[in-house]
T-cell receptor, first 116, second 110 residues
Framework: GAVVSQHPSWVICKSGTSVKIECRSLDFQATTMFWYRQFPKQSLMLMATSNEGSKATYEQGVEKDKFLINHASLTLSTLTVTSAHPEDSSFYIC????????????FGSGTRLTVV | GEDVEQSLFLSVREGDSSVINCTYTDSSSTYLYWYKQEPGAGLQLLTYIFSNMDMKQDQRLTVLLNKKDKHLSLRIADTQTGDSAIYFCAEWSSASKIIFGSGTRLSIRP
């Protein structure tokens, strides 16, 4: 089946540094990928929609200069958290649409970011 | 705006049926989903239903959709300890994005 690989699974970084999270579609092409953020014991919040070859579409309230999204190929989207601060600590999950069916969304395993 | 609501907790006895309920507000939703999240893991799509369907059954899972009341439910028959997780209801909204509920934490007691 369609698999989305997300790396790293967890990362600890110092305040002020940047962290890059990768999301790869392993056996299919994903023209659109989505990035979510999940706070402890809360639901997923859509951060942005990543479109291959064009700029990402950010949700209201999400700082585009802080959360840089690049979707340079049909199999890779990256999320870079720039100048990370402790409040950026969270669980980040990517997802991709499989084919044309809206029912076919597959999710990465998530990345737990801890900023110290 | 678009909103998806579900209760936060559910506790059931092993072997009983679990019913997780969800309400949504976007009457234009075309697809509704149930996802499962185990601790520290990503989401696993359990099942989805088209808005023109009333029911969908897949092994131990039964999804019921009442479009008039904008109510969706997930029934898990013969609940097992491995079913312990957070279950998210979600809708494909008219704004072309998936909106998630807050998740229902299902715990199984012996």
């Amino acid at each position: 089946g369609a698999v989305v690989s997300q790396h790293p699974s967890w990362v600890i970084c110092k305040s002020g540094t940047s962290v890059k999270i990768e999301c790869r579609s392993l056996d299919f092409q994903a023209t659109t990928m989505f990035w979510y953020r999940q706070f402890p014991k809360q639901s997923l919040m859509l951060m942005a929609t990543s479109n291959e070859g064009s700029k990402a579409t950010y949700e209201q309230g999400v700082e585009k200069d802080k959360f840089l999204i690049n979707h340079a190929s049909l199999t890779l989207s990256t999320l870079t958290v720039t100048s990370a601060h402790p409040e950026d600590s969270s669980f980040y999950i990517c997802s991709a649409s499989v084919g044309d069916s809206l029912g076919g969304y597959t999710f990465g395993s998530g990345t737990r970011l801890t900023v110290v | 705006g678009e909103d998806v609501e579900q209760s936060l907790f559910l506790s059931v006895r092993e072997g009983d049926s679990s019913v997780i309920n969800c309400t949504y507000t976007d009457s234009s939703s075309t697809y509704l989903y149930w996802y499962k999240q185990e601790p520290g893991a990503g989401l696993q799509l359990l099942t989805y239903i088209f808005s023109n369907m009333d029911m969908k059954q897949d092994q131990r899972l039964t999804v019921l959709l009442n479009k008039k009341d904008k109510h969706l439910s997930l029934r898990i028959a013969d609940t097992q300890t491995g079913d312990s997780a957070i279950y998210f209801c979600a809708e494909w909204s008219s704004a072309s994005k998936i909106i998630f509920g807050s998740g229902t934490r299902l715990s199984i007691r012996p």
